[in-house]
Structures are given as structure tokens and as C-alpha cells.
């Protein structure tokens, strides 16, 4: 049986924390934060993203946690990290 949503968003929350990561798992909106202040929310089945504290600020990270080793989350989250004005240009 594949992963469920639920059981991703508790693997790597736990694994984040392992690695150093500042982690609210028991909150409306669990969140994991990094020593920088970059900080990932866990809603229902999605990721966000933000460089402060506030969930309205967040942004869609558009990740699959399930499946989704903890590195690779974190080289998401790394890239997600950074800003990326190539994104905003127009064609």
C-alpha cells in the first residue's frame, strides 16, 4: 500500500526535526522551520512555503510529500528557498 497524505506529512515532520529543523507538529497547521526562518506549512494534501511566520504570506511549494524521501523534500524546499525571478519573466 502506497503512502497516505497523513503518514508523509508525520514521516517528515519527525525526520526534519532529526535534521535540525524547529518542528509545531501539533497545531492547526503543523510547520516545520529551518534555522534561516524559511518555514514549510503542512496543510491537507499540499506544501506551502514562506520566509516568515504568518500562513497568509505561504505559497504553494507544488510537491508530492508521498513517496518522497526527506533529502529530496529538502532540496525542494531549498530551491523554493530562493528567489527565482527567470519564473516572473514573460515570453
Given at each position: 500500500m502506497s503512502e497516505t497524505y497523513q503518514k508523509a506529512r508525520?514521516?517528515?515532520l519527525s525526520?526534519?526535526?532529526a535534521k535540525g529543523w524547529k518542528v509545531s507538529a501539533d497545531l492547526k497547521i503543523p510547520h516545520a522551520t529551518r534555522e534561516d526562518g524559511f518555514r514549510v506549512w503542512f496543510k491537507s494534501q499540499a506544501v506551502?512555503?514562506?520566509k516568515g511566520t504568518?500562513?497568509?504570506?505561504?505559497r504553494s511549494m507544488f510537491l508530492e510529500t508521498r513517496g518522497v524521501s526527506t533529502d529530496k523534500f529538502i532540496a525542494a524546499a531549498d530551491?523554493?528557498?530562493k528567489d527565482h525571478p527567470e519564473l516572473l519573466?514573460?515570453?
Amino acid at each position: 500500500m502506497s503512502e497516505t497524505y497523513q503518514k508523509a506529512r508525520s514521516r517528515l515532520l519527525s525526520e526534519l526535526k532529526a535534521k535540525g529543523w524547529k518542528v509545531s507538529a501539533d497545531l492547526k497547521i503543523p510547520h516545520a522551520t529551518r534555522e534561516d526562518g524559511f518555514r514549510v506549512w503542512f496543510k491537507s494534501q499540499a506544501v506551502y512555503y514562506s520566509k516568515g511566520t504568518d500562513f497568509s504570506d505561504a505559497r504553494s511549494m507544488f510537491l508530492e510529500t508521498r513517496g518522497v524521501s526527506t533529502d529530496k523534500f529538502i532540496a525542494a524546499a531549498d530551491w523554493w528557498s530562493k528567489d527565482h525571478p527567470e519564473l516572473l519573466q514573460s515570453t
